[in-house]
Each structure stands twice: as structure tokens, then as C-alpha cells.
């Protein structure tokens, strides 16, 4: 086979703690991305029972998706993607878990990201995390 049949949906795939930073943003709750370490070799990491000083906590910047999905939409669509499967945070939607409502700017920010793929000709291929 040398093409792709009709319909196939090239694309990719991340998580929204590897990509989203914006860790305390838009009334975001923590999640245990938020308190897992950097490793390095030979040093595993680590789940730390709270934010701790000294620690690096590489997910809550991230690649700064949070403020920058524009631009990497942009990308995407210019490499040919026809979807882009990603997930959304529930402590972007709800922050503590408990609430009878969710948040606003939560939602608002997954409906604009997916405005965005839309408008790129991008499908979103939506997980929950």
C-alpha cells in the first residue's frame, strides 16, 4: 500500500498533564502530575505529598500548551494532521472533585482548543484524565 485509504485520521496523541502547564491557571485543582518530580538518571521520581521547595515539578509548565495551543494547532495542521487525540484534566474541570458545578474557564478553555482544531481542519479525539 503506498497511500492511506479515504478517511484515515494522521494525527497524534499526548495527555494534558504532559503538555498543558498552566498547573495553577484558570481555577485548575492539583493533580498528582502536579507533585511528581523531575527524575534523572539513576534518580527515580518522585510523588512528594505537596508542592515542596527545591523540587522541580516538570509538569506545571510543561511546554506551556495552556497559553500556547494556537501556535502548536498551527504546527499541527501545517504537518497534515487530520487528529489530534489529547485529554482533558478533570481538575481543570473539577478542581477539588467534589463540586456540583464545573468550572467555567475550565470549559472554556477545552472549547477553545477544540474551536481551534476545528477551524484547522483538525479532529479532536477527546480522552478524560
Keep these: ?14 495527555a494534558a498533564h ?3 502547564g498552566g498547573w495553577q491557571e484558570g481555577g485548575k485543582g492539583i493533580s498528582v502530575a502536579d507533585v511528581m518530580t523531575a527524575g534523572r538518571h539513576g534518580v527515580a521520581r518522585e510523588i512528594t505529598l ?3 521547595e527545591g ?6 509548565e ?4 495552556y497559553h500556547r495551543y494556537k501556535e502548536d494547532i498551527a504546527l499541527f495542521a501545517e504537518m497534515g494532521f ?5 485529554s482533558i484534566a478533570w481538575t481543570r474541570i473539577f478542581p477539588k472533585g467534589d463540586e456540583l458545578e464545573p468550572n467555567e474557564e475550565g470549559l ?3 472549547a ?3 474551536d481551534e482544531c476545528l477551524k484547522n481542519g483538525i479532529e479532536p479525539v477527546i480522552t478524560l484524565s
Excluded at 55 to 60: D, E, F, G, Q, S
Design 112 to 114: 477553545n482548543l477544540f
Design 50 to 52: 505537596g508542592v515542596l
Design 18 to 20: 504532559q503538555l498543558e
Design 82 to 86: 487530520k487528529c489530534f487525540r489529547t
Design 62 to 65: 510543561a511546554i506551556d500548551f
Design 1 to 14: 500500500m503506498t497511500t492511506f485509504k479515504d478517511g484515515f485520521l494522521w494525527g497524534g496523541a499526548v
Design 55 to 60: 523540587k522541580y515539578y516538570p509538569n506545571h
Design 108 to 110: 472554556q478553555f477545552y
